[in-house]
């Protein structure tokens, strides 16, 4: 997970079991005294694999924290699993072995099928034989 803004060292932060936000936080330290973090159902959440936390500090010591996706090519980079059922075909392209047809094939299929499917299900969508499915699964 990563962890940055108002704080003094931004970057990447191995992910325990049960770690919430302002515990990152905390270990990145942050430039100035807070108070108190907002909103509160955020600083008390818990983080999972490919969150990236961002605190913003106002001058009266109040700290807004968001938390967003780690963006697909990040993940790629750094080996952080990617969420199948998120991704749309631009994202999926920058998985090597997909193009732009089988990602789209990709997405109708999670369409056509609920909305949602595992890493396994890839071997249902038209082009991805188990050859291809080998070399892919390892992103999912």
Known sequence: MHAGGDVA??????LTA??????????????????NLVPTAVAAQHLKN?????????????????IEPIPAPEKIIM??????????????????????????????????????MTPEELQNVEGIGEKKYKNIKMHF
């Open 50 to 66: 490919g969150d990236d936390v961002r605190l913003k500090i106002g001058e009266n010591g109040q700290g807004a924290v968001t």
């Open 9 to 14: 060292h931004p970057g990447m932060y191995p």
């Open 18 to 35: 049960n770690m919430m936000t302002v515990d990152v936080i905390k270990m990145a330290i942050p430039l100035n005294s807070l108070k």
């Open 79 to 116: 080996g952080i699993p990617l969420d199948i059922n998120t991704m749309g075909v631009s994202d999926l392209c920058l998985v090597s072995g997909i193009g732009p047809k089988t990602a789209k094939r990709i997405v109708e299929y999670r369409q056509n099928n609920g909305g949602a």
